[in-house]
């Protein structure tokens, strides 16, 4: 079974409205951590958020939040008033095990593209 | 705060060389991470190092080795380079601390992509 899910190859949004995208997740662990990663064409992987298995609030960050369902396992994420800087690769990512071992294991990404 | 830098940008190899590619972690971490990501396809993990040894490994064969030093720089070799080997190279480090708590967010520097020929 995929560890993380992206089920959103490409997603569209018109310029300064909100989108999603969304992530599902698999673990047997207790202990995890949720990351979602900006990569642009120039490749370099931006962090965006990240969102602790224990932690009750959902994580925000400017205009990033992540809604996060732990009884589902999903962690979307949220970008209120998008802009054209925001068309990118999106990547869902999860960091299993216990500190000081920190495998990541990502998502295939969704491609954002935000139009004027 | 210095971030995650790597070198060489970019490297062209033949079948059968070995290439080094390096990374300088983030100033306070401790922990580096490599990753390959082909061509429209997310990062597959290829190793960690914490304080100099390996610390995890994905499935990747031994021709990919790796090194970090002291300082926790790092190099990621690979012996006897396929077709398939050509990919984006990033390197994360992680492992310290953030406005005083410890963070475990990986920090990618820019990637080498490297082609084999």
């Not at chain 1, 900006?38 to 969102?51: D, V």
């Not at chain 1, 809604?67 to 690769?89: C, E, H, P, T, Y």
């Not at chain 2, 830098?5 to 970019?10: L, N």
Request: hydrophobic share 30%; with cysteine.
């Amino acid at each position: 079974a995929q560890k993380i899910t992206q089920t959103q190859p490409g997603m569209f949004v018109q310029e300064k409205e909100a989108v999603t995208l969304d992530c599902t997740y698999d673990t047997s662990d207790q202990s995890y951590g949720l990351f979602w990663y900006k990569q642009p064409s120039s490749g370099e992987m931006i962090f965006l958020i990240y969102q602790g298995s224990y932690d009750e609030q959902n994580a925000t960050e400017g205009r990033y939040s992540l809604n996060f369902q732990k009884a589902r396992k999903s962690a979307n994420l949220v970008i209120s008033a998008s802009q054209l800087g925001d068309s990118a690769m999106y990547f869902c990512a999860m960091r299993e095990g216990q500190r000081g071992y920190q495998k990541v294991t990502f998502g295939t990404g969704t491609k954002l593209q935000v139009i004027p | 705060e210095t971030g995650v830098t790597q070198s060489p940008t970019h490297l062209i190899k033949t079948r059968g060389q070995q290439v080094t590619l390096r990374c300088s972690s983030q100033s306070g971490h401790n922990t580096v991470s490599w990753y390959q990501q082909a061509l429209g396809q997310g990062p597959q993990f290829i190793f960690q190092y914490y304080r100099e040894e390996e610390n995890g490994r994905g499935n990747f064969p031994p021709r990919f080795s790796g090194l970090q030093f002291p300082n926790y720089s790092s190099e990621l070799n690979v012996n006897a380079l396929e077709l398939d080997d050509s990919a984006l190279y990033l390197c994360a480090s992680s492992g310290g601390l953030a406005g005083g708590t410890w963070t475990d967010t990986q920090y990618f520097g820019p990637g080498t992509r490297l082609t084999v020929l």
